[in-house]
């Protein structure tokens, strides 16, 4: 039998994952520090965030464990962000990393290793249980909501994860880290990805692995416009650092990585109205098999918009969007929402342009 009062709190060593420690620790849970060792070198979630994890365990009286989780990491995030790249799309890394990395391991390390069933984040999200599911709620704070990347997250890891967070506002969780000593309490937020902020740019990581190639930049018509370094560098609604001279503004509507070439065009012929998305999951409703509506985000920081969402099968939809869209982006989170409702979401795979 799992110990209800016991709980595991993934720490990278942020603001955020240590005030959740410090919140269910002063709940009286007895608390477990757990940190993943994603990559070797810097970064806030890595060698420096494990150094400041430990210094939260310290502070509040509590273990402190890590697991090495680099091998998973490599093949799972860094060989799917490349292969991504090179296939001309925008992979989308942290919902992949919280379900097979992150919730994965935790649980399974907290299971098997401590007998504990129940863990923890810092991510601004809620979870409530609808009668017959877990759901997945928008947090209260709209600025930092993470819900989008927990959208696939599985019921089992619904089931056993607590977001302290969820129901407050960043400037809250800054001022309890204060209130409990906390030597995170003014550290600075992370900005990027965490191998954007270990090798410096997304550029220089990929171009760790990528060699760059030379290539076409053409219009829609074919027209060659100017030439690039590698399709890797460009992603769908880029307009900075083109490098084509146009009447008027030009941005990145298509990328043919099997031709080598970078499609541009003005922001009228980036709009589209429909995408097809797969690898779906359906988190707070079971799958539907008839035509939906709801409010998808087809990226984080994009408004979410009513659309039609059609099921082509257990594991694909097309969406249909109330009014044409840019930047929707291969390789990114398409997530849809009732409200504050997560409902589900799927990996876009093609746009009209690409079918």
């Known amino acids: 039998m799992f110990a209800m009062d016991q709980i595991v709190v993934g720490l990278s060593g942020g603001v955020d994952s240590s005030t959740a420690a410090a919140i269910l620790h002063n709940q009286g849970y007895q608390v477990v520090g757990l940190t993943l060792w994603l990559m070797r070198g810097k970064g806030q979630c890595c060698s420096e965030g494990m150094v400041d994890a430990a210094q939260i365990c310290e502070t509040l009286g509590i273990p402190h464990h890590i697991v090495d989780s680099r091998d998973l990491f490599q093949a799972n995030i860094v060989d799917y962000l490349v292969a991504g790249y090179e296939a001309g799309v925008t992979p989308l890394p942290c919902s992949q990393c919280n379900r097979s990395v992150k919730f994965n391991t935790m649980l399974t390390y907290a299971r098997e290793q401590l007998g504990i069933n129940q863990i923890a984040t810092g991510h601004y999200a809620q979870v409530h249980y609808g009668g017959d599911r877990y759901q997945l709620i928008r947090a209260v704070d709209s600025q930092k909501d993470q819900s989008y990347f927990l959208y696939d997250l599985t019921q089992e890891q619904l089931a056993a994860s607590v977001f302290p967070l969820g129901t ?111 690898r779906l999951n359906w988190v707070s409703i079971a799958p539907p098999t008839a035509p939906i509506t709801a409010e998808v985000q087809p990226r984080y920081r994009a408004a979410p918009v009513a ?28 997530v849809f929402y009732q409200g504050e409702l997560l409902l589900g ?10 079918q």
């Open 168 to 278: 407050l506002t960043k400037s809250q969780t800054r001022q309890i880290a204060s209130q409990y000593n906390l030597p995170t309490a003014d550290k600075p937020e992370s900005q990027d990805l965490c191998l954007v902020e270990a090798h410096g740019s997304m550029q220089a990581f990929l171009d760790k692995y990528i060699t760059p190639h030379q290539g076409e930049i053409i219009d829609e018509s074919g027209r060659v416009l100017g030439y690039h370094q590698g399709v890797h560098h460009y992603t769908i609604g880029q307009r900075r650092g083109l490098g084509v001279a146009a009447a008027e503004p030009l941005y990145v509507i298509g990328l043919n990585a099997s031709k080598n070439q970078v499609v541009v065009g003005t922001r009228q012929a980036g709009l589209q109205k429909q995408c097809l998305v797969n």
């Open 307 to 334: 659309a039609t969402i059609i099921p082509l099968g257990p594991d694909q939809a097309e969406i249909y969007f109330s009014e044409p869209q840019f930047s929707i982006t291969p390789g990114q989170a398409a």
């Open 345 to 354: 979401g799927g990996i876009i795979t093609q746009s009209p342009a690409d």
